[in-house]
């Protein structure tokens, strides 16, 4: 099971959150599970709680996953698929405060360093909080 | 920060380092900067003067906001067990334009 915590790219653009993982990926490594979902099914934009989900499913590490998004329904959908989860993994997976990219790439970075949930969050949020 | 260094009694190392990365500490090096800089449990500040100010080399936001330019000059501080360590994989580091990470790459 993975060790680090895990990074989930929720944005209404497919691109965007494709892009923002490619940063991630590129910047930060590999040893961080890593998903992304965007757009709604019929190729525009939009988010929808069941890719939400797999995602979740896909990056899921037992130290947490955070959650990064970009605006509106990424976030309410967020907290949506978090609901769905198995009850034992809700109190582990949080939605971040910052920017969708910046935050992705700081999150991992400090994820990749083996950090708890708690500290992989704060350095999400921490350019909107200074 | 200033008050949280410099605990007495606790081993220290500094170190120094020219930025020799063409573009200067941009995103790349300064996100592999931190992560080297994490792998020591000994407190780790840096600064662009030898009197600083300083800060959290473990916080990459932080980090990245120095904007520190090509040619520039690193300073390293290190508090904590690990701190000669620390203090000599830095300024290894950011020597050798980002190649030596310690990790043997």
């Known amino acids: ?130 | 920060m200033t008050s949280e260094r410099m605990k007495a009694g606790l081993p220290r190392a500094r170190s120094r380092a020219v930025l020799t990365h063409a573009g200067g500490l941009h995103a790349r090096p300064a996100i592999k900067l931190t992560q080297v800089a994490k792998r020591f449990e000994c407190a780790v500040w840096i600064a662009l003067a030898e009197q600083g100010p300083w800060i959290d080399a473990k916080s990459i936001a932080r980090v990245m906001a120095t904007k520190t330019p090509y040619m520039a000059t690193l300073y390293f501080d290190a508090e904590g067990g690990d701190a000669a360590e620390a203090a000599s994989a830095l300024a290894r580091l950011v020597e050798s334009d980002f190649t030596d990470d310690g990790n043997g790459a």
Do not use: F
């Not at chain 1, 019929?42 to 970009?70: C, H, N, P, Q, R």
């Open chain 1, 1 to 130: 099971m993975a060790k680090n915590v895990g990074i989930v790219i929720v944005s209404h653009s497919p691109d965007v959150a494709k892009g923002a993982a490619d940063m991630v990926r590129q910047m930060v490594g590999t040893h961080v599970p890593l998903a992304w979902c965007g757009g709604n099914p019929a190729g525009g934009l939009g988010t929808s709680v069941e890719a939400v989900v797999k995602a979740l499913e896909l990056a899921w590490s037992d130290s947490g996953v955070v959650i990064m998004v970009d605006m509106g329904g990424a976030e309410t959908n967020s907290e949506m698929a978090i609901e769905m989860m198995p009850e034992k993994r809700r109190a582990r997976i949080v939605v971040c405060n910052g920017p969708i990219v910046e935050g992705a790439v700081m999150a991992a970075t400090e994820s990749s360093s083996g950090a708890t949930l708690e500290r992989v969050r704060r350095a999400a949020e921490e350019l909107y909080s200074r």
